[in-house]
């Protein structure tokens, strides 16, 4: 599957799809570009301040809360499903899959990792926490 490939069919499954927080946001496809997303990188990226923090977490990590049952805090069973799948893209068509945290309270949130052409891409959304 080419990059252009992988990011049709991840906005094909991510579209109508909101990441819960204190405000929910949509989750949307992101082209990061051929460079490594280096701190620096991503708040240019996002032209966020350059002493905007950035930390960084796993991709599981993100989404387990989100794959519990709704009664322990997680998602409905199709939106569960959804965030599976695009898991699963993610993890078979990028090397070195990696979310990245920038700012505090409103943060911006991206899943990037880099495709075989050389392309790093993902997802992004935004979470609200206070």
Known sequence: MTSKELLARLGEVVTGLSFPSERDAPVE????????????AVRAKLQAPADAPVETETVEALLAPLLAAPEDGGVEPDQAARYQEAAALLRDH????????????????????????????GLRTRVVET
Do not use: I, M, T
Not at 95 to 119: M, N, T
């Open 94 to 121: 990028l090397e070195a899959a990696r979310v990245y945290r920038v700012g505090k309270v409103e943060v911006d949130v991206l899943v990037l990792g880099k495709h075989a052409d050389g392309a790093w891409l």
């Open 29 to 40: 496809v992101l082209e990061f570009g051929a460079g490594e997303p280096s701190e620096e």
